[in-house]
């Protein structure tokens, strides 16, 4: 876990400069733009990503049916296949029976791994995988280079692993927020979003909101805008416009 008062190194070899262009024709970053000029509160920006992101190739998960875990690794049913799959909404499990297996973080590895076409993805939350059987990390790189916008309205674990094998060119939108209680995971995090920010293909504009829980008063107060500096720092290319909240 890096140290409150510790920054990541940084590596001077620029690996993070990009040719990518401005974002076109991507309508979560437009609604985030939104959201943030309007001055509403950052955690409403997720509510925006439904409403933009509907009509061919959208893939919603929101049945026990969607989802079969075998030792941890989720395997879609859907009549959808992974290749069609443009947009991909993972909602929470309903209070009902039967229930939906909740996403791991197995899951939104695999998920991201096996859609290469993959456009947007939505998962309202992520927690704790079984580990008895894991493709990662170190073992699969995500390659997911038409990737736009990537939303994790909930997280309960770290998210180092996924960060570490992402690989993306087209990126403009990214917004995690975590749990109550899992600030220290988000600490845990730091150098990792730090180091996918500098290696990233990214275009020149975008925006990335990072959000720690209200309850966790510890990190808000005492870390978050020194971290939202710090990113600012990763993305090494001289025109960027992107905009980081960290909170």
């Known amino acids: 876990m890096p140290s ?10 620029g ?5 990518a262009g401005d974002n076109v024709d991507n309508p ?3 609604e985030a733009q939104n959201v943030l000029s309007s001055g509403a509160d950052l955690s409403a920006l997720n509510h925006g990503f439904l409403a933009a992101l509907q009509g061919e190739g959208s893939l919603m998960i929101d049945k026990p049916a969607s989802f079969k875990h075998a030792e941890g690794i989720c395997v879609i049913t859907v009549m959808s296949s992974w ?3 443009r947009c991909m909404v993972v909602t929470e499990p309903p209070d009902v029976e039967p229930r939906m297996p909740t996403p791991t973080v197995n899951d939104l590895h695999n998920a991201l791994r096996r859609a290469p076409n993959l456009e947007h993805a939505y998962f309202a939350c992520v927690t704790q995988d079984t580990g008895r059987t894991r493709q990662w990390p170190g073992v699969m790189r995500i390659e997911a280079e038409q990737l736009k916008s990537l939303v994790i309205a909930r997280t309960e674990v770290p998210l180092g692993g ?8 087209r990126l403009s939108h990214l917004h995690v927020e975590y ?3 899992s600030a220290h995971h988000l600490w845990a995090d730091e150098a990792n979003y730090y180091f996918f920010l500098q290696r990233a293909h990214l275009p020149r504009r975008g925006i990335f909101v990072l959000l720690s829980d209200v309850s966790d008063a510890w990190y808000r ?3 978050a805008v020194d971290l939202g500096k710090l990113l600012k720092t990763a993305i090494r290319r001289p025109d960027s416009q992107w905009s980081i909240r960290t909170l």
Do not use: M, W
């Open 15 to 19: 690996s993070n400069q990009t040719t």
């Open 179 to 181: 749990a109550a209680g």
């Open 4 to 13: 409150p008062t510790s920054s990541p190194p940084v590596e001077a070899d």
């Open 221 to 223: 107060d005492g870390r």
């Open 83 to 85: 290749e069609k799959a």
């Open 162 to 169: 996924i960060l570490d094998d992402l690989k993306v060119r």
């Open 28 to 30: 979560v970053y437009e």
